[in-house]
């Protein structure tokens, strides 16, 4: 197994590994500790089924079940596609196409959950040509050790709102239900936590924070949009392309993601499974 820095901040590629097959300790215990230290792991040339990447899923703990039937396919495969019922790219105008824009925010996945989401891997089924589809990513971690004293010191104690029904609602109509955003109540996440794969402090915020506790709303909003780009300024961002049957996973719990395009013409089709969160870590 080779390990690859993509970035100097975030991400590293792994080689000679097949993760379709059964993976021995010593090979996991060697991804567990490059997931740890680089956030974000690219796996190419993965061509693997849903079994087979519920089952790699699954290693790294339990996996949460899909909230949304727009994007869902089976209960821990998240289907992020831009087809239609019938193989069709999604028109512009689309419920569905809007459902895909949420993820062109920065965010972390689950963060609007009382226990939010450990890992994300997404497994690329069918990327484009020529439209493009990249993902980008970023570190709250080096947004953190970044930061000077004064400001780390001011958000000490403060605690980010995360709702998912704000977030969705920036876009208009998504095809997601009332039932399902009433499913959703807001979580409660402190700005700053510890990860627990490296003992290191990182900031935790998202696109999905609609407040910032004890602050007037719209002073909240701003100061947590301003993080998000604190920790995404153009020198610290990796933007990934895709390669067919690539697999990617990111840590929820210390980066930021977002798809840079939703095809307009050409097909997309990602599967997602979600390791779910262990606990909150102030």
């Not at 990447?53 to 703990?61: D, E, I, L, N, Y």
């Not at 010191?153 to 998912?164: A, E, P």
Request: hydrophobic content about 35%; glycine content about 8%; overall charge negative.
């Amino acid at each position: 197994m080779q390990v690859t820095p993509l970035h100097p901040h975030i991400g590293a590629e792994i080689t000679d590994i097949d993760l379709a097959r059964e993976l021995d300790e010593d090979t996991f215990a060697g991804i567990l500790a490059a997931f740890n230290r680089y956030s974000v792991l690219a796996f190419p040339d993965q061509p693997i089924d849903d079994d087979q990447q519920v089952r790699f899923s699954a290693r790294f703990g339990k996996l949460e079940k899909t909230s949304f039937a727009v994007g869902a396919n089976n209960p821990y495969i998240y289907q992020l596609s831009n087809i239609d019922d019938a193989g069709k790219v999604l028109p512009p105008d689309s419920s569905k196409r809007n459902f895909l824009l949420v993820n062109a925010r920065w965010h972390t996945d689950s963060s609007f959950r009382e226990i939010p989401a450990l890992a994300s891997i997404l497994s690329a089924r069918l990327i484009p040509a020529k439209e493009g589809g990249n993902t980008e990513f970023a570190s709250m971690r080096v947004g953190y050790q970044t930061l000077p004293q004064d400001r780390r010191d001011q958000l000490k104690g403060l605690i980010g709102i995360h709702h998912y029904a704000y977030s969705v609602g920036l876009f208009g109509e998504t095809g997601v239900t009332q039932k399902e955003l009433d499913a959703l109540p807001p979580a409660s996440h402190p700005l700053v936590r510890t990860h627990p794969g490296s003992g290191e402090p990182s900031l935790y915020v998202s696109g999905h924070i609609r407040m910032i506790e004890g602050l007037p709303e719209k002073e909240g909003r701003e100061l947590a949009e301003e993080l998000v780009s604190w920790c995404t300024r153009e020198e610290f961002v990796y933007r990934h392309v895709w390669r067919p049957n690539e697999i990617v996973m990111w840590d929820n719990r210390c980066a930021l993601h977002r798809v840079a395009h939703v095809p307009l013409t050409e097909r997309r089709i990602m599967h997602r499974t979600t390791v779910a969160g262990d606990g909150p870590v102030s």
